[in-house]
T-cell receptor, first 114, second 111 residues
Framework: KAGVTQTPRYLIKTRGQQVTLSCSPI?????VSWYQQTPGQGLQFLFE???????NKGNFPGRFSGRQFSNSRSEMNVSTLELGDSALYLC?????????????FGPGTRLLVL | GQSLEQPSEVTAVEGAIVQINCTYQ??????LSWYQQHDGGAPTFLSY??LDGLEETGRFSSFLSRSDSYGYLLLQELQMKDSASYFC????????????WGAGTKLIIKP
């Protein structure tokens, strides 16, 4: 099976712009989670989608939003970018997002905000 | 609230054994997982403990004590390629099984 893919891999934006990142989960996986990671930091949970519904949400401002399509592909959007949004954005997929399921991560999108 | 504590950095010598601890405070606990992340890479799954005891996978072992809300990852015969960050994560059954993550432990291996 192909792994989790994320596009684009690298992105440079300026303050005030908006950005959309895409994630294609492993075939058959229905749960997609998004994380933000800044240098030397852990994984900050953004949100999780399951069957096109947001199931969990982290403590991020409303500028961060996401959605999931019927084929389980997911997008996240950040509006009105700030310098502090520069980070690695990771998505991870799992089958049902249930108790014992492993999360499989994509390579991430490196976003630089100037 | 929900929280996981793990050391920020651990240093060890090549060929030695190192233990990375993780204590957690969550409601609705459903298992402790460990992930490895090399610099510039994505996290990859290492091990999972749903019940108390030791799980062994090659050079890596993971232990869980639910009564102590504590677990650890044990790495034996350390190799330079084991230099990475290691994250513990807990599934919280009271939050739709959301994975709650520790801040990560950077393992530095010296020759």
């Amino acid at each position: 099976k192909a792994g989790v893919t994320q596009t684009p891999r690298y992105l440079i934006k300026t303050r005030g712009q908006q950005v959309t990142l895409s994630c294609s989960p492993i075939s058959g996986h229905r749960s997609v989670s998004w994380y933000q990671q800044t240098p030397g930091q852990g994984l900050q949970f953004l949100f999780e989608y399951f069957s096109e519904t947001q199931r969990n949400k982290g403590n991020f401002p409303g500028r961060f939003s996401g959605r999931q399509f019927s084929n389980s592909r997911s997008e996240m959007n950040v509006s009105t970018l700030e310098l502090g949004d520069s980070a690695l954005y990771l998505c991870a997929s799992s089958g049902e997002g249930g108790r014992q399921e492993t999360q499989y991560f994509g390579p991430g999108t490196r976003l630089l905000v100037l | 609230g929900q929280s996981l504590e793990q050391p920020s950095e651990v240093t060890a010598v090549e060929g030695a054994i190192v233990q990375i601890n993780c204590t957690y405070q969550t409601s609705g606990f459903y298992g402790l997982s460990w992930y490895q992340q090399h610099d510039g890479g994505a996290p990859t799954f290492l091990s999972y403990n749903g019940l108390d005891g030791l799980e062994e996978t090659g050079r890596f072992s993971s232990f869980l004590s639910r009564s102590d809300s504590y677990g650890y990852l044990l790495l034996q015969e350390l190799q330079m390629k084991d230099s990475a960050s290691y994250f513990c994560a807990v599934r919280d059954g009271d939050s739709n099984y959301q994975l709650i993550w520790g801040a990560g432990t950077k393992l530095i291996i010296k020759p």
